[in-house]
């Protein structure tokens, strides 16, 4: 019999469960608790050991672990590989900030959307991940942070996977977070990273939820789009723009968009201009990521001075911008790189 997996559940939810169990309702509210302060069974102090035994033999209440971790010498940033109670990996990544601590977390094992830069994408997608999985992410960090008396604080859904493709366990994630007695991490301090599934956009931004919405653009133009991002042949830039827009309204928040410099495809100062006049007027951001070089991919990055002329050429149009300061460049901080790095002795499904 698989074992029921209450991570993902609501507070209702696994009193519901409790119950069904043979256990009085309040024992639900001490569980949940339990959970997201990332305890496992043997450490749910209030509960009968004979009760703990019972809820082991048919429940997991921490689905991820860590498998193993990288810390940068360089500024602290941690890289998780987390184990799933199937032997599948994902990957996540530590960045401490002046306001805080952000997990940059994983929602598929693998990806299908199979953008020509990306690391992720390379064997197509294995899984998507649960809400409980992706809430247990945090929980094994805020586990290895303990001891630095530290909590993640911040939230991004950027590492591998496409949140808007595995849409109902991400909301399911994302409502779990605000949870009365749960882990209790605003919305305003998560980020959601598309590469651009335009109903889904819709439907993200009827749900109301104060997330910062991201989308990985890349491109000025279609044409160009289309070169390293397969999505591009379904939605047009037009079609992603229009569908930000209604999301900067019913929201209140503005849209990033992702832009990674890659030598002779969307560096220049023409694509820089062009992205201007493609996004004037817009109450969004620009974060300008170098190009992580990935071994697989033959696409390479570009120099200091063509990052600052395009920088140059943003600002000078008045569209805010920002190059994303580059972390952990010591422990192979891109995209999909260090779970590749052991894919081959572990299971897929
Ligand atoms: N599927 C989502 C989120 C995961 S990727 C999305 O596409 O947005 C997170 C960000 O890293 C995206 O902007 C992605 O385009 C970018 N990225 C992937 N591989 C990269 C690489 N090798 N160098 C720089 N950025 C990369």
Known sequence: MEKTELAGMTQEEITGWVREQGFPAFRGKQIFE????????????????????????????QSVSIRLHRKSELDGTVKFLFELTDGNCVEGVLMRYRYGVSLCISTQVGCRMGCRFCASTLEGRVRDLTAGEMLGEILAANRFLEEEKEKVSHVVLM??????????????????????????????????????????????????????LCVSLHAPNDEIRKKTMPVANTWSIKEILEACRYYIRETGRRVIFEYALVDGLNAGTA???????????????????PLNEVKERNLKGVSEDTVRAFMRILEDRRISVTRRREMGDDIEGACGQLRRTVINTQPTA
């Open 271 to 289: 694509e820089a201009s062009a992205l201007a006049e493609l996004l004037r007027g817009m109450q969004c951001h620009v974060n300008l990521i």
């Open 34 to 61: 339990w959970i997201h302060r990332g305890a496992d069974f043997d450490g749910m102090t209030n509960l009968s050991l004979e009760m703990r035994e019972k809820l082991k033999s048919c429940a997991v209440a």
């Open 159 to 212: 590492g591998s996977g496409e949140p808007l493709d595995n849409y109902e366990q991400v909301i399911r994630f994302l409502k779990l977070l605000r949870e009365e007695n749960g882990i209790r991490i605003s919305l305003r301090n998560v980020s959601l990273s598309t590469c651009g599934i335009v109903p889904r956009m819709y439907d993200l931004a009827r749900e109301k939820l104060p997330v910062t």
